[in-house]
Structure formats: C-alpha cells, structure tokens
C-alpha cells in the first residue's frame, strides 16, 4: 500500500527482531490470527529460548530465523519481502549492568541495521519497542509520565541510565530514518511487560516472578522498602495488539505510551500475587540486596496511554487481577513447568 | 600518589584523546606551561588538523600520535605510563547529523575503550569532556541549568538528542567504570567553546565564525529569529585550565558545568563581533535556513559554573568580549590567517 503508512496484517509478512520472547512470542500469535501471511521471528538466542515460542513452533505460517542484529548479513536477508519488521531485540537493564558492550552494541547499532536493512528491502513500517526508561529514573520521575517528559537520571544506576539513553537513541534513529529516507515507523514505549511466558531478565517484573516463587516455596513473599514504591506494568496481550495496531493503523513518525489501566504499588503487587497464587504468609520488608540494580522513582507514578488511544486506537483492557492470574495459570501449566 | 585522586601535573605525563583541537591544543598548552613531564596529542585527523596544533609542533615535551579511539590497539599504546588522560574525541552535532554511524560509534565504544586502555595502563585519572548538551534541546531548555537538570528532547532535531544521549551515555560509562574498578574521573560538562585557533563544527560557535567572516567580507551580519535567542559560551582558555585543574584536585566520580562568565543572546554577540572585528554594517535578521541544524532553547537560560567551584574551585574568568578580542586578534594574526 504505497503512499500511507498503514500495514495491513492479513497477506503481509513481517519479521519480529528478538522474537524468541515474552513480547515476541505473544506479538507471532497476534498477528498469525490475524491472517499474516508469515510472521518471522529472528533471535539468537542470547536471551530468547526456545521454551518462549515452543507454542509457536509448528505452526505453518511461522518460520524461526537464528541471527543477529549485530550481522547486517542476517537482517538483510530476515527482512526481504517483509511489509513491517518490529524491532524487539535489546539489552535491559539487568544485561547492561553486566555487559555494558554488548548492551550499547544490540540497542544502538542493532537499531541502526535493522533500519538500514529495512531500507535496502523497502520494508513498509518498523514498529520499535521503546520503555518508559526514556523517562529515566530516580526523584524526577514522579506524577503523570506523558510523552513530552524529559529524562531524568539523577539518583539512578549508571546501567540504568544506559539503557535509557540507548533507548531515546534508538527511537531518535527511527525519526532520523523516515527524516532521511521516509522510513514510516511508530515508536512504542513499553512499560514493564508481564503475562504468559514471563522470562526473569527485566528488574521490575521480578517483583511478580520472585514473589510467585517465593510463595510457591511456603516462603514469606518479600517487599522492598516499605513497600508504597509505584510500578506500572502492562500484559503481554495487550502489548501485542499494541504492536498489530502500530503497524495496521496510519500512524508514522510518532512515539507513543504502552502501559497497563493502571500502576500498583509493590506492596500491593506482592499481596495480589500472593492471593492469587493461592495465599500464603505475610509480606516481609527488606532493603535493599548490595550489588542488586533497582529501579526507584521520586514517589508515585502513572505512565499515561491516553496517546496511544489518540493515535493508534489502543488501550489497555487486562487489568493486573487478571492479568496475574493468566501468568499463574500458565506457570502452574505443563508448558509453564516445563520452562 | 595511589589513593589520591589528585594528579599533579608538574613531572606527569598526560594523553588527549581528540587533541589536535580548539580544546586539545590549549589544555595541551596549559599542562606544559605547569611542568608537565609529556603531552601526548593523539588523534586520527578526521577533525582534528596540523593548524590548530601547529604553534605546539616543536615544543620539546609534546609528542603527537596519530591514533584512533576507535582502535584498541592505538589507544593501548598512547596511554601507557600517563597519570591522566583527557577524553576530547567525539563527533558534536553536525557531524552527527551527516554520520550518525561513526558518531555514536567514536561518542560511544571510544569512550568505552578509552576507559579501557586507562584501565589496562593503570592511569590515574580520566577526564571526560561532556557537554551542555546532556540538558538536552527545544522548549523545556531554559532558567538555570544545573548539574541536575534532566535531558530534554522535545522539538529538538534528531542528530542534536543521538549527540546529548551519546554525551549522557560517555559520562555513565565513568560511573560504571569507577563502581567497577575504581577509575578516578572527572566530567567536565562544557559549554560551546570558543577562542583561538576556532574551527567551524560547532553548532553555536558558528555564530562568531559567521559573523567575522561577513564582517570582514563588508557583508551585514545575520541574525536568526528576532536575535533574543540565548548561548552560553566559555572562552577555550578558562576550559583548559579547568581541564588543568580537574586533573589537579581531590575531586572524583563527579560531573559538573564549564561556562563562561554569562550567557549572551545572539543579537548581542554578532553586534559585539562586528564591533571588535572594526565595525560594520548593522545585522540582518534572517529565518532559519532549511536542512541546516540549529540548536534551539525554550527562551533565556544560564549554564550555572558553581558547582564546579564548589568542587574544583574552578570559576571562569574571561568574557566575551575579552575571549572575542583575543580570538579575532589570532584570526589577524599570520598562524590565523594560514588556518
């Protein structure tokens, strides 16, 4: 459909970078049932598995390409023939404080080849996943986070300012792409993403994972701090339709809020997940782990999606209740123990 | 002297990364003037030129290499047995906009293996030339900007927020590398530089060079806008002894302002240059010319230097109109004329 950045599902193929994923893996089955003509999911495997899309694995329309967004050799032939590439790949925080190389590498000139591999074969759209990390962390980040919130940085782990700032890069990329040669995209900035699938890497979905474990043990869940710190989640189903909905609608050359209906306090988080799991014993308060990187903020929080509702037609519709609940279901699944 | 993050100067040997500069020949110029034992120049010549070096050629206890920060292997071999390094090289916005693979490559993995090689070679102390431009660009730039000001991006062009994220990123990568192991580090957030041996990269200073250079030519002097636009320079003299002074001191694990006495608005500056360049006719105000990068703010700011006093007991001492006298004085002058 030349001349409109809107993308049609049905009939189109598109390649998810990153795929082998919690988001990558929910975004396949979205578009399948939507009639995509094949959805490609590129990984390799540094932090995909094979468990994240071994739902996936049979069926006709999805092919698995191993490669690496740091090979432009890889990009250019996953992306030939491809109508939208949604660009996932990406070190999080927890990774970059480990490998601050190979973080800056994935998230900054991984973008730059998906975008010129998208440009060799005239993909029609890129969908990147951003974070609300482009607002940063620490005492500014307080109030409604809307879309013209600067970044703050002050009080945060350098690791964390790293993957931030690799993210407004990043989208910055994309604007400079469609600046430069029309490239349409849209710019999605995730919140933290939980549900069906949920892997451990991303520091703020831990508080969901670790509690689940912990009551699963017979142990007291735990709440760091007094446990009123705000988060704000958004279920992976939700996202999914986020990403369909960035590529069908006509949106171009904007960067949008993807959050869940509404944040949770940790406190509130851990109790939720400890009801649901089944109950167990009380929450207990612990500081801070030395060594452990945690993402805080200067006090209550709302990422607002009330843009992405203006632009791509999107809101959230799982609230946090049910949305736990699937994340159980599945865990206590064979595909969940099994992973 | 280990467990100090003191370095003096007198019988030390210091390494500047991007040396064959505005900023690089006058720090150079200011550690030998205080006994330093050597003065490494190192660069690749991509930005740097013989010119702004060439008054340095033949001192007896400076040595140039030409080097890359993009090669380890270089960098490994220029820092060996320094007490210091001066970390200089980096593409600035305009040339971010051009090539924006090289920039984020030299902005972002050459700080990474600069670090590196100081690491290897056990040096003392890094001092990392950051910029005003972490506070970002567009509407949200204005009052007083202080250390902890968060980045703004909105309405700002893509090349001038990869060049501010890729800044944010260079001075993180401090931090890491201080938690990590320990390397002492000053960042030193410079505002637009100018005075001799001025080249024509940068952004703002542009408006000088400009100016000068119509001036001389007999032709009237623009003006973008209405002229009431805010800049905040600092004279290349005052940011080498800061430089000087960074390595000098107690001070570690900390970033903080280098500016100039007081910001300027542009009308004020291009009617000051005419002035000391001998008079001439009155500016002209344009509008902003298409395709060509301007930095704009969201009205009257001030880069605040206090902290740096605070920290280093740096404060600036020449003004403009003085720094202006002195560079139109070296543009006069036969080594300005050749340049």
């Given at each position: ?27 396949a ?9 094949e ?12 468990a ?38 990406a ?17 900054i ?37 809307v ?26 990329l ?11 995209y ?16 991303a ?20 709440v760091?701090g ?52 089944g ?23 709302r ?22 609940r699937?994340l ?12």
């Amino acid at each position: 459909m030349p001349g409109t950045p809107a993308v049609p599902i049905a009939g189109n193929r598109f390649c998810i970078l990153g795929g082998a994923s919690l988001v990558g893996s929910a975004t396949a089955g979205e578009l399948l049932d939507h009639g995509a003509a094949e959805v490609v999911l590129f990984d390799n495997f540094t932090f995909g598995s094979d468990a994240a899309i071994a739902h996936l694995r049979d069926h006709p329309r999805l092919r698995l390409v191993r490669g690496d967004v740091m090979r432009m050799a890889d990009l250019l032939r996953a992306t030939e023939g491809m109508a939208g590439v949604l660009q996932l790949a990406a070190y999080m925080t927890l990774s970059m404080d480990r490998d601050p190389w190979g973080g800056l590498d994935v998230n900054i000139r991984g973008v730059q080849n998906a975008l010129e591999a998208c440009r060799a074969n005239r993909v029609g759209k890129v969908v990147f996943a951003s974070s609300n990390a482009v607002y940063g962390y620490g005492p500014g980040v307080a109030g409604d986070l809307v879309e013209g919130t600067p970044f703050h940085s002050v009080g945060a782990p350098p690791a964390a300012i790293l993957y931030g700032a690799s993210k407004i890069i990043g989208e910055q990329l994309c604007r400079d792409a469609h600046r430069k040669w029309g490239q349409d995209y849209v710019v999605l900035r995730y919140s933290t993403v939980y549900g069906e699938r949920q892997h451990h890497r991303a520091a703020n979905a831990l508080y969901i994972i670790e509690t689940l474990e912990r009551v699963r043990r017979g142990e007291p869940p735990e709440v760091f701090g007094d446990g009123s710190e705000t988060k704000h989640f958004v279920y992976v189903g939700d996202l999914a339709r986020a990403n369909r909905m960035a590529f069908e609608r006509a949106a171009t050359d904007v960067a949008v809020n993807a959050s869940g209906p509404a944040p949770i306090t940790t406190l509130e988080l851990v109790t939720l997940v400890t009801e649901l799991a089944g109950g167990g014993p009380a929450p207990r308060c612990v500081g801070a782990e030395p060594g452990k990187v945690r993402l805080t903020s200067g006090g209550a929080f709302r990422i607002a999606h009330e843009e992405a509702f203006r632009v791509l037609g999107w809101r959230p519709e799982v609230d946090m209740r049910e949305g736990l609940r699937r994340l159980i279901a599945w865990r206590d699944s064979n595909e969940g123990r099994v992973a």
